[in-house]
């Protein structure tokens, strides 16, 4: 079921699959900044990463004696949320354990995906709710893919990327899916900029640790229009774009893919989030469109 919002100012659409994004509009100037999904490169917009972000070692993690698969990203991205809460401007959409889940990952949960729109600027609030027993132990993560060239009269490498506290960037390379130990310094330009070209993606995403910005302008010094993409306390990040795809994800994460020589204990694993019975946990990251 596809549910839309809109106000004065933006126009936005949500699949109850995966409670993923799937436009987002200005209505002051007809443009449309999220990817459209075309199968051909990517057939995904914005998918919710939960209960793991990246990839599984042999796509297998080890929990109190017992092995578990999941793939690359996890599961919530396929799954129906229901709907629960729907008003003119926000949505919240709300997945539980079942059957199914427990199969693969041993654990009650609550996750909440609340969009709430304000003037243009679209918010996306991530809630995890342990509502077992026992410690609950997952990743959450971001993957909004926007669409570029925003206007037909420009190219790809009319973008940019400008971060508002890094100077450089420190790469960690990605293999298989998994972090490898080698690393690769980007260094920005003096006003925090990394130009966008198809190349800089062909080995995979760019992910970073710790990075000290929290907005990334994403925009063309050839057009007035672009937009901000603002992220709290998230400390692991993903830029990535299929391979001469016109789009680019800006990905917050709270957690991270296996390194190459992981243990695959899912306790070990870098950037779980361990939630005691009965308490909740709250992340979001925000997208002004101008």
């Known amino acids: 079921m596809i549910i ?13 699959k995966g409670a993923e994004l799937q436009s987002l509009e200005s209505k002051q100037t007809g443009l449309s900044y999220l990817w ?5 490169f990517w057939g995904k917009r914005s998918p919710v990463l939960f209960p793991i972000v990246g990839g599984l070692k042999d796509d297998t993690y080890y929990f109190e004696g ?6 690359r990203h996890g599961f919530a991205r396929d799954r129906e949320f229901e709907a629960i809460k729907i008003s003119e401007e926000e949505v919240l959409f709300l997945l539980k354990e079942d059957e199914e889940s427990l199969k693969v990952y041993p654990f009650k949960f609550q996750l909440g ?5 304000t003037g243009n600027t679209l918010c996306c609030g991530y809630e995890v709710l342990n509502t077992g027993d026992n410690d609950l132990w997952f990743s959450v993560g971001g993957h909004p ?3 570029l060239p925003l206007k037909p009269t420009l190219s790809y490498q009319d973008y940019y990327l400008q971060f508002n506290k890094d100077s450089e960037l420190k790469v960690h390379e990605v293999f298989d899916n998994l972090i490898t130990d080698t690393t690769e310094t980007i260094r920005l330009t003096a006003a925090g900029k990394l130009a966008l070209t198809h190349e800089l993606f062909y080995k995979d995403a760019l992910v970073f640790k ?8 994403l925009k063309s010094d050839k057009s007035p229009h672009g ?11 993903g830029i990535w774009a299929a391979k001469d ?11 991270i893919a296996d390194p190459v020589h992981h243990d695959q204990q899912l306790i070990h694993k870098e950037g779980m989030v361990n939630l005691e019975p009965g308490k909740d946990w709250l992340r979001h990251w925000e997208v002004t469109c101008f």
Do not use: M
């Open 4 to 16: 839309t919002l809109e106000n004065a100012e933006i126009s936005v659409s949500f699949s109850t």
């Open 36 to 40: 459209n999904g075309n199968p051909q």
């Open 66 to 71: 017992q092995s578990y698969h999941l793939p």
């Open 113 to 117: 995906l609340h969009y709430r729109l």
């Open 145 to 147: 893919a926007f669409s």
């Open 210 to 217: 710790n990075l000290k910005s929290n907005k990334i302008r």
């Open 227 to 237: 937009l901000d993409f603002h992220f709290e306390a998230f400390p692991y990040f």
């Open 245 to 255: 795809a016109d789009f680019v994800c800006l990905e917050p994460w709270c957690g």
